[in-house]
């Protein structure tokens, strides 16, 4: 007879790479995860939940998911495994460490994590036990660094718009962000304000997505983005449309600059940019006459070698106005809290590190594993919330990097990834909703707290549990290592940050039952920098005068760029196939001119290569995207194309200009075709 079990909706929370962390709920019997739906009181998201996560426990119970630990049997990448017990992978990895600590003291060991989960405890948890080994410190900034710091050189930790704000914003530039797959929850804040007659204008290199929710398209070449931010710069003192008062009051260095923008007339930037200069003057000229415009900045414009510059400019130009302290007026897509809601050293626990140790930025992953001319090659490896063959720039290299006979590496995942293939020891890893931890919200001023659901499927283990197993057989009597993730949660609320001061009774018991309030939106004109004004001028950036720098040069004619997917987040959910089916084979789009000048047609298979590689695509011909420029969406398995390399083969592995960041969408190709080849 079928045992009958109660079912309960409990609330939890999307643990992924999103600005939004949405609320969801989840139908359980105290064993399984049978539906998920959207958390109708999410105060930002109101329900609203992307097509990844509708069947996210599809991804929880799927046959594929790794159970057990694991033992490579056969060569590296080849994804031949046998299970073993938990306590024989801990001993063979503990023991290891062990050696290589003893021969090549912590700077051989090399932990390796980004945004597989994006909550504190669980995504920062394994800084407290590389601290207190004195392993090589990662340098994190695959994401959105160069974003952060070309903001913060201008507005130090002033908080931005909120994309609730939008509402009462009267024209709205969507600049390098593709809404449609990384701001789903604000894309009703755009069609409403079409619905009421305001104008939306897109500002992009690739507006395949985002071009249907917008009233212009606004075709930009890849990195100039810079370039258009100081022309309109130009036409908005050239017709008296700067908020002279403001930027003088408000401003640090706004004469100076403003003496600057002669230079940047329509027309230079129309060589620069691709974009004819009456477009450039009609577009400054629409939005200087607009009293409440707002900028919603994507990451894409800052993964260049200009990035950081970029930002800066493009924050300048938002302020140039007097918008900013106007309802709805300013930037929305940088941070838009008042303060830290939790201390993460808590979790991170930089006390614990007594020697400084090798820094490793994970860009330069392949030159970590390889060796360069300043450092010998890491010895182990360990993986856990990312995939970077798939993600990280130097795809090769980075192979070449955990094929080494002597690298030793430990993957913690929940699937076979393509990094996963390449691991000596597996470890089976936990979803969310088998854990308990906290969530802010890196666009929204929210926070919240989800605790465990369900037990862990098979021996699955968070990465706070298996933290806690491996200090304790690496000896660490550290009081930290013994706590639960609940307790580590319970800490958390404990000591609050100033993001919670104003948190009502109510709220405080919302975050001990599990479950997400919404915070204060920041004051936009309570400029928190060093001197409470706008630095416009910056004297501790290496460019205090704002200007136009130029992205990487190269050889090739095409600039690469990469473009998420609406159906795969990252290198998430490639266990899906309702999902990879529905995105279909790894697309390279491009322009019409550069298609016909090739011999190009819409469907058919191409090679794309630079000096780094080559890799097969399938042609997606579309006046979407600016001429000169190839857009690649999303990330592949390799395992799936047959072993085939992927996008990240052909980027370099170059950081940006300030921010230490990828530059990702940086890097120049060309294009043939493979049709009879």
């Known amino acids: 007879m079928t045992e009958l079990r109660h079912t309960q909706w409990k609330k939890t929370i999307c643990p992924y790479d999103c600005p939004t962390s949405c609320g969801l709920l989840a139908e359980t019997d105290g064993r399984h995860i049978l539906n998920i739906k959207g958390d109708p009181e999410h105060p930002a998201a109101k329900g609203l939940i992307c097509r990844k996560m509708h069947r996210y426990m599809d991804s929880i119970h799927s046959p594929d ?35 290589i600590l003893k021969e090549e003291g912590g700077n051989g060991i090399l932990p390796f994590y980004y945004s ?89 290199a690739c507006g395949e997505d985002m071009a249907p929710y917008c009233d212009q398209i606004v075709l930009i070449r890849p990195g100039t983005d810079g370039a258009l931010a100081l022309a309109m710069m130009h036409v908005l003192v050239e017709e008296g449309l700067e908020d002279r008062e403001f930027l003088e009051e408000y401003g640090e260095g706004f004469p100076e600059f403003k003496d600057t923008l002669k230079d940047y007339t329509p027309k230079w930037a129309e060589e620069i940019t691709g974009i004819p200069s009456l477009v450039i003057r009609s577009l400054a000229l629409e939005y200087g006459r607009a009293s409440r415009p707002a900028i919603i900045l994507g990451s894409g414009p ?84 990312s995939n970077p063959v798939g993600s990280v720039c ?101 000591e609050p940050g100033p993001g919670l001061g104003h948190v009502s009774g109510e709220e405080w018991e919302i975050l001990r039952k599990g479950g997400v309030i919404s915070t204060p939106f920041a ?43 609406q159906y795969t987040l990252n290198s998430i959910f490639l266990d899906r196939e309702e999902l990879t089916a529905g995105r279909g084979a790894m697309k390279l789009m491009i322009h019409p001119v550069d298609a016909d000048s090739r011999r190009i047609r819409d469907g058919d298979p191409v090679i794309a290569f630079n000096e780094l590689a080559e890799v097969e695509f ?20 390799m395992a799936s194309r047959g072993a085939g390399l992927l996008v990240n083969a052909l980027h370099h592995q170059r950081l940006s200009d300030i921010g230490e960041a990828t530059t990702l969408n940086d890097n120049r190709i060309d294009i043939r075709s493979a049709v009879n080849v």
Not at 137 to 154: M, N, P
Not at 333 to 358: I, M, N
Not at 618 to 637: C, M, W
């Open 302 to 385: 800052s993964r260049y070698g200009n990035g950081g510059m970029t930002v800066r400019l493009i924050t300048i130009l938002s302020v140039f106005t007097g918008a900013w302290g106007k309802p709805g007026g300013g930037l929305c897509g940088c941070s838009p809290t008042a303060g830290p809601y939790v201390d993460d050293a808590l979790v991170t626990r930089p006390d614990f590190r007594k020697t400084p140790g090798r820094k490793v930025n994970l860009n330069l992953l392949g030159n970590a594993l390889n060796g360069d001319r300043n450092n010998v090659p890491v010895k182990s490896l360990y993986v856990y919330g």
């Open 65 to 99: 998911r790794i159970l057990t630990p694991l033992k490579r049997t056969g060569e590296k990448g080849e994804g031949k495994f046998m299970p073993i017990t938990w306590e024989a992978a801990v001993d063979e990895i503990t023991g290891r460490w062990k050696e």
């Open 523 to 565: 004051d936009h004109r309570l400029f928190r920098t060093a001197s409470g004004k706008i630095m416009i001028v910056n004297p501790k950036q290496p460019n205090p005068m704002p200007c136009y720098l130029p992205a990487h040069a190269g050889v090739y004619p095409l600039r690469l760029i990469a473009v998420p997917s």
């Open 116 to 204: 597989g989960v994006m909550s504190v405890v669980q995504r920062k948890c394994g800084d407290a036990f590389f601290n207190r080994m004195g392993a090589c410190s990662l340098v994190k900034t695959l994401c959105s660094s160069a974003k952060g710091a070309g903001y913060e050189a201008v507005m130090g930790h002033t908080g931005c718009l909120d994309p609730r704000e939008l509402c009462d914003s009267d024209l709205l530039i969507v600049w390098g962000s593709n809404m449609m797959a990384t701001r789903l929850q604000a894309m009703p804040a755009l069609k409403a304000a079409r619905g009421g007659g305001k104008r939306v204008v897109l500002i992009e």
């Open 394 to 494: 130097g795809q090769t290299q980075v192979i070449k990097g955990l094929r080494r006979p002597d690298l030793f590496t430990v993957v913690h995942e929940r699937f076979m990834t393509d990094t996963a293939r390449y691991a000596d020891i597996i470890l089976p890893a936990a979803f969310s909703v088998e854990q308990s931890d906290c969530y802010l919200a890196y666009g929204y001023c929210t926070f919240g707290t989800a605790y465990k659901l369900t037990e862990p499927a098979g021996q699955c283990k968070s990465n706070w549990n298996t933290f806690s197993i491996l200090a304790q057989a690496m000896g660490y009597e550290e009081e930290y290592f013994k706590r639960s993730e609940e307790e580590m949660v319970e800490k958390l609320l404990e």
């Open 618 to 637: 399938t042609a997606r011909v579309t006046e979407l995207v600016a001429p000169g420029t190839a857009a690649a969406a999303g990330i592949y398995s």
